[in-house]
């Protein structure tokens, strides 16, 4: 078990650029969250996948953003035409699941971007 | 929607203190509840769980009981130390939806 992965950890861009997250999952992890979190408040969900199936997205996501899973194994989180809004730290998690509603995530350490 | 709250922090302790971090939680039906850490430069963990009513979730000497009646799942240790030292979310999740985070409680332990 070697944990969540996400790269980069940091990502300073200008307005209007685009960027691009990796997340690495635990390897028979077949569900894959991507989770937002602003400074003191807690993870908001974006969307999740089970295995490469995109399954639900947060009406809060604006058309900028996009998240694919080829082959069910690795994500990439795009933002498109980025604004200061986007500012945040960009979480990853992992699971094998539901578990009679015990459902446990791994999370990775997030990738801090900073639109300028 | 659903929604949990938990009390503002900080929350500034000495060291074999007793710690109480209250969460309360709206929701239709019955979800299952959660308390994650989140230690200073790491990822979220999960700290424990409770599945339905009057469960009682334990690990690493915290403690919190599903409470249906009251809708909380308070967080509780006898004696702190300085290493209990992060930020504590306290999240729910109905089956087959998402988890929701409450907006976490920075604890800072003092030796």
């Known amino acids: 078990d070697t944990g969540v992965s996400q790269d980069p950890r940091h990502k300073i861009t200008k307005r209007g650029q685009n960027v691009t997250f990796r997340c690495d999952p635990i390897?028979?992890?077949?569900?894959l969250y991507w989770y937002r979190q602003t400074l003191g408040q807690g993870p908001e969900f974006l969307t999740y996948?089970?295995?490469?199936?995109?399954?639900?997205k947060s009406r809060l996501l604006s058309d900028r953003f996009s998240a694919e899973r080829p082959k069910g194994s690795f994500s990439t989180l795009e933002i498109q035409r980025t604004e200061q809004g986007d500012s945040a730290m960009y979480l990853c998690?992992?699971?094998?699941?539901?578990?009679?509603?015990?459902?446990?995530?791994?999370f990775g350490s997030g990738t801090q971007l900073s639109v300028l | 929607g659903d929604s949990v709250t938990q009390m503002e922090g900080p929350v500034t302790l000495s060291e074999e203190a007793f710690l109480t971090i209250n969460c309360t939680y709206t929701?239709?039906?019955?979800?299952?509840l959660f308390w994650y850490v989140q230690y200073p430069g790491e990822g979220l963990q999960l700290l424990l769980k409770a599945t339905k009513a009057d469960d009682k979730g334990s690990n690493k000497g915290f403690e919190a009981t599903y409470r249906k009646e009251t809708t909380s799942f308070h967080l509780e240790k006898g004696s702190v130390q300085v290493s209990d030292s992060a930020v504590y979310f306290c999240?729910?999740?109905?089956?087959?939806?998402?988890?929701?985070f409450g907006p976490g409680t920075r604890l800072s332990v003092l030796p």
């Open positions: 390897s028979e992890h077949n569900r």
């Open positions: 999240a729910l999740r109905n089956y087959g939806q998402n988890f929701v």
């Open positions: 996948f089970q295995n490469e199936a995109q399954l639900e």
């Open positions: 929701a239709t039906g019955y979800p299952s």
């Open positions: 998690a992992s699971s094998s699941g539901e578990i009679g509603g015990g459902e446990k995530l791994f």
